[in-house]
């Protein structure tokens, strides 16, 4: 069964950075596209930024574009966030996932699975 274990949030003030990182489990990790999520409370979660198996394409939601960079590292297995200029909307728990049965982002945010447990950023004004 996938798994995914995602680390690295923690409490940061606005301007500030964080890296987070996704360590995937029991699948071929580069043959499946990966994306961060993240859902703050009363909130629906929303589609942060999706890889691509080879990096290309990648996806960003408008409100981080420029702010945040995602990547992969196929040989460990690991998908990263580094999120900079951090901004209290930011504030929710993030979670990482594979894209089922595809290597490709789109534009869709659906067809994602096997969600961990998340890491939580908490972003003070």
């Known amino acids: 069964q996938v798994q995914v274990v995602e680390s690295g949030g923690g409490l940061i003030q606005a301007g500030g950075s964080l890296r987070l990182s996704c360590i995937a489990s029991e699948l071929t990790f580069d043959s499946y596209a990966m994306a961060w999520f993240r859902q703050a409370p009363g909130k629906e979660r929303e589609g942060v930024s999706c890889?691509?198996?080879?990096?290309?394409?990648?996806y960003y939601v408008d409100s981080v574009k420029g702010r945040f960079t995602i990547s992969r590292d196929n040989a460990k297995n690991t998908l990263y966030l580094q999120m900079n200029s951090l901004k209290p909307e930011d504030t929710a728990m993030y979670y990482c996932?594979?894209?089922?049965?595809?290597?490709?982002?789109?534009?869709?945010?659906?067809?994602?699975?096997?969600w961990g447990q998340g890491t939580q950023v908490t972003v003070s004004s």
């Open positions: 996932a594979p894209r089922a049965a595809s290597r490709y982002c789109t534009e869709s945010w659906t067809g994602f699975t096997a």
């Open positions: 890889i691509s198996w080879s990096g290309d394409p990648i």
